[in-house]
């Protein structure tokens, strides 16, 4: 395996990206790994290799460099500690098109490296960026053949890209991973999404036992079957969409 750690070029400056890929074969196709609000970490890296073992090209983007921060360490479960408020005010400073212009940007990064293949892209966002893994979808219909939002956040909102509206404009595959007890994603946000995507190439599955954050293995809340089902399913989605 071949790991690196690349600043890209953006809009608003540059993003340090986590890129792990196989040694030998290629080119492999893109998988765009967004990460959840308490920023880049080991354990997302760790992720992130354990997807291009199958075969792929991960890229994993700081989406907080535009505040200057890249790993903002441990996050205490008191809602009122100082690191959590900061957390907060980090996620709040992007949005779905600030992202999307990061991803424009680092696949056309990605479209000077032999060792990827540009137009076929897999996408997968946890926590506040299940939203801009499932917009990748629908901004780069060309590329995204598959997207996965993992216990996302703001899934069903009165915007025009709200996730749960994005069976209309894609192709993709989505596949929606809900925890069962997730105060950010409650069944009535489950049901919306479900109903959004009926009619699309989607999949919205409810994890009996879970909380939201189960498939981080450093979380309190982690469950394992749950965690390794998400694997399952994950590289599945991969496989049947990613295949050249």
């Known amino acids: 395996m071949i790991d690196q750690q690349i600043e890209i070029p953006t809009k608003d400056g540059h993003t340090t990206t986590f ?17 959840d609000a308490p920023a880049i970490r080991e354990e997302l890296r760790d992720m992130a290799r354990r997807l291009a073992t199958s ?8 989406l907080y460099y535009r505040s200057g921060v890249m790993e903002i360490g441990p996050i205490p479960p008191d809602p009122e500690a100082p690191e959590r408020k900061a957390m907060f005010g980090y996620m709040n400073s992007i949005n779905i098109p600030m992202v999307m212009e990061d991803t424009t ?9 032999k060792a990827a293949n540009t137009q076929i892209v897999g996408t997968v966002g946890y926590c506040m960026s299940g939203r801009y893994a499932i917009n990748a979808a629908t901004h780069f219909p060309d590329r995204v053949k598959a997207a996965a939002s ?33 105060i950010y994603a409650p069944q009535e ?18 994890y009996p036992g879970t909380h939201h954050g189960f498939a981080f293995p450093k979380r309190p809340v982690y469950h ?5 089902r998400h694997w399952e399913r994950l590289l599945a989605l991969y496989k049947r969409n990613l295949s050249k």
């Not at 940007?105 to 490296?113: F, I, K, N, S």
């Not at 009619?199 to 409810?206: F, I, S, T």
């Open 19 to 35: 890129i792990s890929h196989p040694e030998r074969g290629g080119p492999f196709p893109v998988i765009l790994f967004y990460m």
């Open 55 to 62: 075969g792929y090209y991960v890229m994993l983007p700081n």
């Open 150 to 182: 993992i216990y996302g956040t703001h899934l069903a909102t009165d915007q025009p890209d709200s996730p749960h509206l994005a069976g209309q404009k894609t192709k993709a595959e989505l596949y929606f991973a809900c925890a069962e007890t997730d």
């Open 224 to 228: 394992r079957d749950a965690a390794e």
């Open 105 to 113: 940007a680092l696949l056309a990064w990605a479209d000077t490296q």
């Open 189 to 206: 946000i489950i049901d919306k999404v479900a109903a959004g995507v009926k009619d699309a190439n989607a999949e919205v599955e409810v």
